[in-house]
């Protein structure tokens, strides 16, 4: 799912909201998010997940197509860690979504 989809599926949920609105929430949402990993801040949405920022160290790799030793230097990258309650849900029972493959067994 994409931005402009989950907006149209708020709108269809929500017809007394103008779907403006609903727009402004959603981006008001993720900015607020980035805004606070920019920060360094732990995002918690309870039941969702948390989302938080890790500290890559700087490290010495490899070209793949030379062998040649490259220097990559240290960043921050954003990490997603799913709720309890998610991960329930995806593991339940219930309808498979799509992409889960049943194991062979």
């Known amino acids: 799912m994409v931005k ?8 269809e949920r929500n017809p007394h909201l103008f779907q403006r609105d609903i727009e402004r929430i959603v981006t008001t949402i993720f900015d ?13 949405l309870r039941g969702f997940g948390a989302y938080s920022v890790k500290r890559r160290a700087s490290r010495m790799a490899r070209n793949p ?4 030793a490259v220097y990559v230097a240290e960043k921050h990258v954003p990490f997603f860690k799913t709720g309890k309650e998610l991960r329930q849900r995806l593991n339940s029972d219930g309808p498979a ?3 889960r493959a049943k194991v062979p067994g």
């Open 65 to 68: 197509r030379t062998g040649e």
């Open 4 to 11: 402009s989809e989950l907006i149209a599926r708020l709108a």
């Open 97 to 99: 979504p799509a992409a």
């Open 32 to 44: 607020e998010i980035s805004r606070a990993l920019a920060r360094g801040d732990r995002v918690e």
